[in-house]
């Protein structure tokens, strides 16, 4: 074999294992980027990045160290593109995008480029998958960036809160607030985290989190209403329903439907009871109830969607649930693959 031969066949060996590679290092960098295991370098990540916003410049600036003017420079554009009434559209995702990684331990940029996915942009689509697709977008924004500044509260909190307010999945809320609570923080989010049980409902760690308020802080007067209320109106029937007398809990729940027919903790407590007795029928019935009763309503759109699917009928194309089961399966094939 010819010296010529030798170095195109090394050649063509370098680039075939370099392109099989590829799917496990997109799995590893997700990982490391996503979950947060470790935070990734500004080189690698800015070079990755493909978008109209990429130019020699800007990755001239980030190499030359110049990486924080540069993102000063790509924000203030953004702002630009707000002012003229384009803040709105895809374009500025770009430059968010951008900016979070010129500058990853910048706060700002991570919180609105996830606001962005989430709220802005999800309202630009009828498509659920594509909807679906935006909340995610957004959640990995900010578990990026979590992985970048691992030691303030706040993208913790943001993630919280996209989680409770966005998504309606209450325990995935309860634990990125729960995480924020290890820095300084504002006491609202402990109270957050009790709002989070309350409404799945899961009513004993709803009281606990109240507790928890009024051990740190006794004249929180918030904790203390909440604290009776739920004492009054749905422990007893809770208590029921653990003890499987259901007939009891939802005689019990439905004194309070009757006064509050559109109050969201005893809807969403009456079907969990029929699901807890096994009739999913009436459960399905009772949280698409719930769902009607408010367009905000997505964890119970997400309960009928799971419902439908469980029961073999038509599975409504809810955006939470799609983006829910989707991590769901993720999470089992992780799980699946891993020694």
């Known amino acids: 074999m010819s010296r010529t031969t030798g170095k195109l066949v090394g050649w063509l060996v370098v680039i075939a294992l370099w392109v099989g590679i590829q799917p496990l290092y997109k799995h590893i960098d997700y990982e490391r980027t996503v979950l947060g295991y470790a935070p990734p370098t500004t080189v690698t ?8 916003a990429m130019t020699g410049v800007i990755v001239g600036a980030m190499l030359g160290g110049f990486r924080e003017i540069a993102a000063s420079m790509m ?16 374009d500025a995702l770009s430059l968010m995008r951008m900016t979070t990684l010129l500058d990853p331990h910048w706060l700002e940029p991570w ?25 995610e977008t957004g959640v990995n924004a900010l578990k990026e960036g979590i992985s970048w500044n691992p030691d303030r509260y706040e993208l913790y909190f943001e993630l919280g809160w ?3 307010d966005k ?12 995480a924020s609570l290890q820095f300084e923080h504002p006491e609202y989010i402990e109270r957050m985290i009790a709002h989070s049980w309350e409404r799945l409902p899961e009513i ?12 740190r802080r006794p004249n929180d007067h918030t ?56 009739d999913y ?22 309960k009928v969607a799971y419902l439908s699917e469980l029961l073999g009928r038509e599975v409504p194309l809810e955006p939470s649930y799609l983006y829910r089961k989707r991590m769901a399966e993720r999470a089992a094939s992780a799980q699946q693959i891993t020694p």
Not at 125 to 131: C, F, L, M, N, W
Not at 167 to 178: P, T, V
Not at 281 to 302: G, I, K, P
């Open 162 to 164: 996209t989680y409770f």
């Open 204 to 215: 004993d760690q709803a009281l606990e989190w109240y507790d928890y308020c009024l051990k």
């Open 111 to 135: 919180r609105i480029t996830a606001w962005h996915c989430a709220y802005n942009l999800f309202v630009e689509t009828e498509e659920p998958e594509k909807r679906a697709d935006l909340l």
């Open 281 to 302: 029928e009436r459960a399905l019935t009772q949280w698409q109830m719930a769902a009607d009763t408010s367009a905000l309503n997505a964890h119970a759109r997400s």
């Open 45 to 52: 990540k800015v070079l990755q990045y493909d978008a109209p």
């Open 75 to 90: 924000w203030m554009k953004t702002h630009s593109m707000w002012h003229e009434g384009g803040g709105t559209k895809w």
């Open 223 to 278: 904790a203390v209403g909440a604290t009776i209320t739920i004492q009054q109106r749905y422990v007893p029937a809770w208590r029921m329903m653990e003890a499987q007398q259901f007939t009891e809990a939802h005689a019990a729940v439905d004194e309070y439907i009757a006064v509050s027919p559109n109050s969201i903790i005893p809807l969403h407590l009456k079907a969990l009871i029929y699901e807890r007795s096994g």
């Open 167 to 178: 998504i309606r999945d209450y325990e995935q809320a309860s634990r990125w607030l729960e």
